[in-house]
């Protein structure tokens, strides 16, 4: 069964060091999405995007979060600098992103940073 | 704004017992609803859904039922299991195609032996 990869599964890292996670989703899905999930909390989007192109990054801290999905398959998330309440569970979610259906989204086993 | 309103946790029940979790929405049009389950360390698995009004999802002995005049979507099951334990989010979306979900806040169900 495909599946949404991610990693690094974990990260520890200093506050105002440089972090980024990487998301390969489902083949042939359109659309991808990145959510934060803080402890005890439900997931909250950041950034969606339709192949290539940002949708949504109404909720990206753009000052020091940037993301990207240069062909429309992969993407990488980076924070630059990171702080301590940047420490979440970062999730990257997929779906196929066709017009007319309902989209159920998958999601990969996240990547859990620690920021000290 | 769109929003999920789930029960507060946890939920602590013995093997066999019946479950339900509750959740209500508020959303301005038609939303498909969701259930996702978090197992220890991992991601998000979906559980069931529902894309309109009186649809029934149902999986692995869960069900729920999308219920406007309510705006509920409560999540059931009869008897539960040990390996049933874990996080349950509730979550809509417009119903479009590439609409980021809107999770509640998560129900930690702990199930004893």
């Known amino acids: 069964e495909a599946e949404v990869a991610q990693s690094p599964r974990y990260k520890i890292t200093e506050k105002s060091q440089a972090v980024a996670f990487w998301c390969d989703p489902i083949?042939?899905?359109?659309?991808l999405y990145w959510y934060r999930q803080i402890l005890g909390q439900g997931p909250e989007l950041l950034v969606q995007?339709?192949?290539?192109?940002?949708?949504?990054d109404s909720q990206l801290p753009k000052d020091r979060f940037s993301a990207e999905r240069l062909k429309g398959v992969d993407s990488t998330l980076k924070i630059q600098p990171a702080e301590l309440g940047d420490s979440a569970m970062y999730l990257c979610?997929?779906?196929?992103?066709?017009?007319?259906?309902?989209?159920?989204?998958?999601f990969g086993p996240g990547t859990r940073l620690t920021v000290l | 704004g769109n929003s999920v309103t789930q029960m507060e946790g946890p939920v602590t029940l013995s093997e066999e017992a019946f479950l339900t979790i509750n959740c209500t929405y508020t959303?301005?049009?038609?939303?498909?609803l969701f259930w996702y389950v978090q197992y220890p360390g991992e991601g998000l698995q979906l559980l069931l859904k529902?894309?309109?009004?009186?649809d029934k999802g149902s999986n692995k002995g869960f069900e729920a039922t999308y219920r406007k005049e309510t705006t509920s979507f409560h999540l059931e099951k009869g008897s539960v299991q040990v390996s049933d334990s874990a996080v349950y989010f509730c979550?809509?979306?417009?119903?479009?195609?590439?609409?980021?979900?809107?999770f509640g806040k998560g129900t930690t169900l702990s199930v004893s032996s």
């Open positions: 995007f339709q192949d290539e192109s940002v949708v949504d």
């Open positions: 959303a301005t049009g038609y939303p498909s």
């Open positions: 979610a997929s779906s196929l992103g066709l017009a007319g259906i309902t989209d159920t989204q998958y």
């Open positions: 979550a809509l979306s417009e119903g479009q195609a590439g609409t980021a979900l809107i």
């Open positions: 083949s042939g899905h359109a659309t």
């Open positions: 529902a894309t309109k009004a009186d």
